[in-house]
DNA sequence: TAAGTCACG
DNA sequence: ACGTACGTGACTTAT
């Protein structure tokens, strides 16, 4: 999509905002499947512009191009409400359905607009808006976004075929203050991933592009790589010698995949990003649209996409250089820029340098490292899933009479609510009848068939998503699993786990844990897993203060017991199960900003009845009451809340309009901070720790983290070292109110490491 | 590619 | 009248 601005005059990710909205629109209209953005955006490269696709909407094929031409009498709505969109950049959402006035419709009545906002569900809306009693839309809401100019500043890329020109760029890279680096490789596997070429930048608008293993018809004859990295690598590891890029994470295993350790990485852009506007996209592309006023070539744009896709070394060399040069050169640019906003924040800048700076380090060391996974102990649990799921389909099959596809939402449908007549319990978001557990779970109580779905449903994920998966993504050449730790993609600051997923490995059911007993330690060693207690329940006493729940945190007591005891005027000793476990969902959803019909929901009572405990509860947390109600309130002034540390997390929609959206934003503002502050406690956590384990020269190695987890794999003879100072390390990271507590367990697997 | 479902904290 | 508890990633089906 790069050159999309130049093309269409606005940034790629509002194409995507307005491609989205012409999508949505047109699914409303009767008979109309939905146009995608990605088909749309299509067309539009195809036909040059949306009047280009709309001129020839003819010429479409198939049922595309016939919903496109049935659609085309809503699109002048459709457009001129994207065009309003585009127009409002807040932090790329759409604030609020804008009025009638802001529209200023021509082509289509009011009745076909009203109609629009009907079918899209905006009644209340709606309501205000035959009333005539809206507010015009504020100025702010609808403000241009400050695109900046187009940057013409000129641009010059080397390409460094021969050891002159070489020699003359290490030396300027040597006396670089800080310097831009960016690899480009044959594989988006960072563990496997080689390098193709490497490309340098020490200002703005200028770099060099050393190609090293082009094969591609016209690729010219190339220094040999090894010679080149050989002499790059005392500058690439003098920690002394600052670098900067663009998620050097990747670039780390890359240089590691050659035997070579990168230190001095002082800055990354792409957590510069994260860390100034979290909620927005941290691709180079979209921060060079948004910062600078250019993208830079795409990926795309060189390899392709689909089963037309290059590997990046027959990429001409002349396109990679300016391509990797681009990138390069881009990163000091966004650098300058970024920095300076950054470093005005006293919180900014200490949750950039003392959090994420070195927990990128530090995930690269982790994703390397591994876990070691049992696989023959998957493969036979997988078999054994495979002979049970056979048997409960044939009983499915024998019950609903007639064979049917269990993994299929929609025949399942069909046989329970249209074959055998089951009464619909909910509807999904698309108006279909749901089968989710919940739905099945409640049929069951007086149908046979739903429970035999749910019980192949919860097999069948297992197998399908965990037994079967793991041992194929086990690296052949480490005999390890690799995960990768996204470290700018959840708003809150939590990291998440990607190929595969490690944060969410069943623990739920005994049938689930089995798949953590093949997260095992190798000989000689164990599995430790250490995670804080209660850690969102405590920052909400730490942050609200309040006397009871600090009290209870203070000694020690069992905290759902505690609010139990408050909520239900009992004493302490003589809370039952049920009156914990309400008061144990209560504060759960508390942290969640939830309200008297989910707590009824949940607990499975009357709403009244929930309104009643939570009115209960904040008598007795007058203090957890204030705290949820200046939250809403600081939010709804400056637009974004915090941490404890001073991340921001931004709610544009907190702002916008009334209604859900609003509502959600609200929900939000309270959690987001508890959230995220438990994301920067633990991050500070395995800082803690690693340094401490390096200090101390252990063996012992981080292995995986899961929110408010870490496991370690821990040579035997330094078990007591961890089981004593892990924990001290992890409640030592922040004095709060209330003291933090981590808990450890060890054994051979990670299911009895807990 | 979207929808539905479900795994985790 | 609407939706209703936060944050993620991945799998299967169906188009």
């Not at 490269?45 to 009498?73: H, Q, T």
């Not at 799921?389 to 399942?412: C, H, M, R, T, V």
């Not at 329970?416 to 749901?434: D, I, M, R, W, Y």
Request: with cysteine.
């Amino acid at each position: 999509m790069a050159g999309v601005q130049e093309k269409f005059g606005v940034p790629p990710d509002r194409i995507i905002d307005y491609l989205t909205l012409m999508g949505d629109t047109v699914d409303n209209v009767p008979g109309v499947e939905k146009v995608g953005p990605k088909t749309a955006a299509k067309w539009i490269a195809e036909y040059g512009s949306l009047d280009g696709v709309i001129a020839a909407a003819d010429k479409i094929k198939g049922a595309a191009g016939e919903n496109l031409r049935k659609a085309l009498d809503w699109l002048p709505m459709a457009r001129k409400l994207v065009t309003v969109v585009l127009d409002c950049d807040l932090n790329g959402h759409v604030p609020q359905w804008p009025s009638l006035d802001a529209l200023a419709l021509r082509p289509v009545d009011e009745a076909g607009l009203q109609e629009f906002y009907k079918r899209n569900g905006f009644k209340t809306w709606l309501k205000e808006l035959s009333a005539k009693a809206e507010a015009p839309v504020s100025e702010d809401m609808f403000a241009a976004a400050p695109v900046p100019a187009p940057d013409d500043t000129p641009r010059h890329y080397d390409t460094i075929l021969d050891w002159a020109l070489f020699d003359a760029w290490l030396a300027k890279l040597t006396a670089a203050e800080l310097v831009a680096v960016d690899t480009e490789t044959d594989s988006l596997d960072p563990m496997r991933a080689q390098i193709v070429g490497i490309s340098f930048a020490v200002k703005a608008g200028e770099a060099a592009y050393i190609p090293l293993r082009h094969d591609g018809p016209d690729a010219p004859v190339q220094l040999p790589i090894d010679e080149v990295l050989a002499k790059l690598k005392p500058w690439l590891e003098d920690a002394a010698a600052a670098k900067l890029g663009q998620n050097l994470k990747y670039d780390t295993h890359v240089f590691a995949n050659h035997g070579i350790s990168l230190r001095g990485v002082q800055h990354d852009t792409m957590l510069q990003s994260y860390v100034l506007e979290a909620h927005k996209t941290h691709g180079l592309g979209a921060l060079g649209e948004r910062h600078l006023g250019r993208a830079g070539l795409s990926y795309e744009d060189l390899c392709g996409k689909g089963v037309h896709q290059i590997p990046f070394a027959q990429v001409d060399v002349a396109r990679a250089a300016q391509y990797s040069g681009e990138d390069s050169e881009m990163c000091v640019a966004l650098h300058e820029q970024l920095w300076p906003q950054i470093e005005r924040e006293a919180g900014l800048t200490f949750v950039y340098r003392d959090i994420e700076m070195p927990t990128s380090a530090l995930l690269a060391r982790i994703e390397r490292v591994g876990v070691l996974i049992d696989a023959p102990l998957l493969q036979a649990q997988s078999h054994e899933l495979g002979q049970r799921l056979l048997a409960l389909e044939q009983e499915a099959y024998e019950i609903a009479g007639q064979p049917f596809n269990l993994g299929s939402p929609k025949q399942i449908g069909e046989i329970l609510f249209t074959k055998l007549g089951l009464p619909v319990v909910k509807k999904t978001a698309t108006g279909a009848p749901s089968t989710d557990e919940e739905v099945l779970e409640k049929l069951s109580l007086d149908y046979p068939l739903p429970a035999k779905i749910l019980e192949t449903r919860g097999l069948a994920k297992l197998k399908s998503t965990y037994t079967d998966k793991l041992p194929l993504m086990i690296n052949p050449a480490t005999g390890r699993v690799h995960t990768n730790y996204a470290q700018a993609v959840a708003v809150t600051g939590r990291l998440s786990s990607n190929e595969p997923n490690l944060q969410n490995i069943p623990i739920r059911t005994a049938e689930g844990r089995r798949v953590r007993e093949a997260f095992v330690a190798p000989p000689g060693h164990l599995i430790v897993s250490a995670d804080y207690s209660q850690i969102e329940l405590r920052i909400m006493a730490h942050i609200s203060e309040d006397p009871g729940l600090l009290r209870a945190f203070g000694d020690g007591v069992d905290v759902h017991r505690a609010t139990a005891s408050e909520v239900f005027n009992t004493p302490l000793a003589e809370v039952t199960t049920e009156q914990r476990r309400y008061a144990k969902t209560i504060n759960f959803g508390l942290i969640y900003g939830m309200g008297a019909f989910g707590l009824a929901q949940s607990l499975g009572i009357e709403q009244k009845a929930a309104r009643d405990y939570i009115e209960l509860y904040f008598n007795r947390f007058a203090g957890v009451k204030h705290y949820m109600d200046n939250t809403k309130a600081r939010a709804a002034e400056l637009g974004y809340v915090e941490t404890l540390f001073g991340r921001r997390i931004y709610l544009p929609e907190i702002k916008g309009g009334n209604g859900p959206r609003k509502a959600g934003a609200e929900r939000q503002s309270i959690n987001a901070p508890m959230q995220g502050t438990a994301a920067d406690l633990i991050k500070l956590a395995m800082i803690a720790v690693q340094t401490a384990l390096d200090n101390e020269g252990k063996a012992t190695r981080i292995v995986m983290q899961v929110h408010d987890e870490l496991v370690f794999e821990v040579p035997q003879g330094e078990l007591d070292w961890v089981k004593a100072e892990v924990p001290r390390l992890m409640a030592g990271v922040a004095q709060l109110k209330v003291p933090l507590l981590a808990e450890v367990g060890v054994g051979p697997n990670w299911d009895q490491a807990h």
